[in-house]
């Protein structure tokens, strides 16, 4: 018996079934030891909100166009003040739901992009100008720099979560970008912009003055400009609709999450 040959060694395996340099695998641990946190069903949860948002901003920009002759029937005494009144109120209706969405959407980003950021850590993607920690002010307080901070955070983290760079890898930072986030960024700017334009007693679509009359008058002689500026605030959320798809694709494929 002693005399009998070792077992054979194991052949190798085949050509193209290893796995890729960065590749770890989910719910091991990455390269600093930590864990992975799950983030495609936030990603889901946030693209549904995202698309009910971008509903609800089209259906804003129909209403307010329609004001617009209602406006000036009240101005030509066409109309009176209760009838103007119950056209201004399905606009606020439409535009309070505009905001419920909008805080429902800061909330799944904030613990979205933790999460990504805290699984770029994972993977040794180092140094961070981002840190998750630093992704939940910026999510929240970012519109005080008119998105551009949110801007160069999403830029690290769509770099970052490139799943070609191996965990570790310093050149991670030089990876490129989506145009995506560009032109989402500057048709932020451009609404914002043309928002600005559209007046200081009404901006945003909002009464700022307790009469109907002044009301009525900003509504009459600003309505394209407003609605202009609603439209590339449309165009804006439908360009990071898309961008957050695309993002959370990458980063599964980075993490390996089922």
């Not at 898309?242 to 694709?249: E, G, M, T």
Request: aromatic letters at 8%; glycine letters at 8%.
């Amino acid at each position: 018996m002693s005399d009998l040959p070792p077992p054979p060694a194991p052949p190798p395996p085949p050509f193209g079934l290893t796995p890729p340099p960065g590749y770890v695998a989910y719910g091991g641990t990455g390269l600093t030891g930590g864990q992975f946190r799950r983030t495609k069903a936030l990603a889901t949860w946030l693209v549904v909100l995202l698309s009910i948002s971008l509903l609800v901003q089209v259906a804003l920009i129909l209403v307010q166009l329609t004001l617009k002759d209602a406006a000036k029937d009240f101005i030509e005494d066409n109309l009176t003040a209760a009838q103007f009144d119950d056209k201004i109120a399905v606009f606020l209706l439409v535009a309070l739901l505009a905001s419920i969405a909008s805080i429902a959407q800061i909330v799944l980003l904030v613990i979205w992009t933790f999460r990504l950021a805290k699984n770029n850590q994972v993977l040794g993607r180092q140094p961070q100008s981002f840190s998750p920690g630093a992704t939940i002010a910026v999510n929240i307080l970012g519109g005080c720099t008119l998105g551009i901070l949110n801007y160069f955070m999403w830029r690290e983290v769509w770099s970052a979560s490139d799943p070609a760079t191996a965990a570790g890898d310093p050149s991670w930072k030089q990876r490129a970008v989506t145009p995506l986030l560009t032109a989402y960024l500057a048709l932020s700017l451009a609404g914002i912009a043309a928002g600005i334009a559209g007046g200081a007693r009404q901006f945003g679509g909002f009464r700022t003055s307790n009469k109907p009359s002044d009301l009525a008058k900003d509504i009459a002689d600003q309505i394209a400009v407003l609605s202009l500026s609603g439209i590339l605030a449309a165009a804006a959320s439908a360009a990071f609709l898309v961008f957050v798809r695309q993002l959370s694709a990458r980063h599964v494929a980075l993490t390996g999450e089922v």
